[in-house]
C-alpha cells in the first residue's frame, strides 16, 4: 500500500489563472506539474492550492483572490473526486476516503489592506492558512528581498491577531528575518514554513537559518521542505538525496516530528530530477526509506502534517 501524502504548497491555481485552457483533470495536460491523475497516482490525500497574484498585477484587488477561489471551485474541485477542505471533518474524511482533498491558501495579503472584513470573508469562502507577504513589502509587513529589511506593520501586527482569532494558520516562507520574529512574537499560535529550506546547507535568501528552524521546532510548527532546485543546492545540480539532506539538517536540530512537504510544483522553471511532478513522490519515498523508519518516512509524507492541521482546523 502506497504511503498517503501531503503537500503544503503548489501554484496549480496561477497556471489555471494565466491560461483558462489548461484542464487539470485531463489525463494528458502537459502544462502542470499538479493534476488529477498525478495526485491520485501518487496517493496525495491532501494538496494545498496557493492564490497568488502575478508580479504584473501591479495594483490587486479583493476580487482577484475572489476569482482564484472560482477557479478552484469550477475547474479543479470536483464531486467524488477533488474536495474543499475546511475542518478537521473534510480532513479526516478525505484522509479515510476516495476523495483527495484541496486547502486553499493564500500567499501575499496585499489585497486584504488591512481589512478585518476581507480576512473574514476569506475564512468563510475556506482559505485556512495566509503567507502575509510575498517577497517583497506590504500594508502586513516585509518580504524576504525587501530591501529595507522591516518587520511587521502596526496593522500587520493587528492582522496576526485577526487570524489567530479566527482559526486562520500563517505562513512564515517569503517573510523578512524581521518579520520572522516579529510573528514569532505576536503570535501566541504554531506557525509554519510552508515551502523554506535550511540556510546552513544552501545560502537562498528563501531558506530558513537554525534559529528560525528551532524556533519553528519549537512552537510545534511544521516546516515544509520544497523542491526549488536552487533552494537544495548552491553551485551544483540539485537532487533527491540533496533534499534528504536538507530533512536530516532538521531532524538534527530536533525536529523529526515537525517535516513536512512543500513542493511548490507549479511555481517553478527547473525541477530536481526524478521529482519533476507530483507523480513522483514514490521517488522521494524510495531515498527516505534508505534513512528513515517507516513511522518517520509516513511522518514527513503525510502524518506531521496531518497531526497539525488537526489540531488547529475548526472542528466542522
Not at 153 to 182: E, P, T
Request: glycine share 10%; aromatic share 10%.
Amino acid at each position: 500500500m502506497k504511503t498517503p501524502v501531503i503537500d503544503g504548497h503548489c501554484d496549480v491555481l496561477l497556471k489555471l489563472y494565466n491560461n483558462p485552457a489548461i484542464d487539470f483533470h485531463d489525463p494528458k495536460e502537459g502544462r502542470l506539474d499538479v493534476t488529477y491523475s498525478r495526485l491520485r497516482g501518487s496517493h496525495v490525500k491532501l494538496q494545498f492550492f496557493a492564490i497568488y497574484l502575478p508580479e504584473r498585477i501591479t495594483e490587486a484587488r479583493f476580487d482577484h483572490y475572489l476569482e482564484y477561489i472560482d477557479i478552484f471551485h469550477r475547474q479543479v474541485e470536483r464531486q467524488g473526486k477533488l474536495r474543499l477542505v475546511r475542518t478537521r471533518l473534510d480532513l479526516e474524511e478525505v484522509m479515510g476516503g476516495q476523495e483527495i482533498g484541496g486547502l486553499l491558501t493564500l500567499e501575499g495579503a496585499d489585497a486584504l489592506n488591512a481589512s478585518p472584513l476581507y480576512t473574514r470573508i476569506l475564512y468563510h469562502l475556506g482559505v485556512r492558512l495566509i503567507g502575509p507577504t510575498w517577497n517583497y513589502g506590504n500594508w502586513a509587513a516585509d518580504g524576504i528581498l525587501e530591501p529595507r529589511r522591516g518587520g511587521f506593520s502596526r496593522k500587520g501586527k493587528s492582522f496576526i491577531k485577526d487570524c489567530g482569532d479566527l482559526g486562520i494558520l500563517l505562513d512564515a516562507s517569503h517573510l523578512s528575518v524581521a518579520s520572522f520574529w516579529d510573528l514569532a512574537a505576536s503570535s501566541p499560535r504554531p506557525f509554519v514554513a510552508t515551502h523554506s529550506n535550511a540556510k546552513a546547507l544552501c545560502g537562498h535568501p528563501r531558506n530558513l537559518d537554525d534559529r528560525q528552524l528551532e524556533e519553528l521546532i519549537r512552537r510545534d510548527g511544521r516546516i515544509g521542505v520544497t523542491f526549488v532546485p536552487y533552494f537544495v543546492e548552491s553551485g551544483k545540480p540539485a537532487s533527491i538525496a540533496g533534499l534528504v539532506r536538507h530533512i536530516d539538517h532538521i531532524c538534527s536540530l530536533g525536529g523529526v516530528d515537525r517535516v513536512v512537504l512543500g513542493s511548490d510544483f507549479d511555481g517553478i522553471s527547473e525541477w530536481i530530477p526524478g521529482l519533476e511532478h507530483a507523480g513522483q513522490f514514490n521517488r522521494l519515498e524510495e531515498e527516505l526509506r534508505k534513512h528513515y523508519t517507516e513511522a518517520q518516512v509516513t511522518g514527513f509524507l503525510s502524518r506531521n502534517w496531518y497531526t497539525f492541521l488537526h489540531s488547529h482546523l475548526p472542528p466542522f
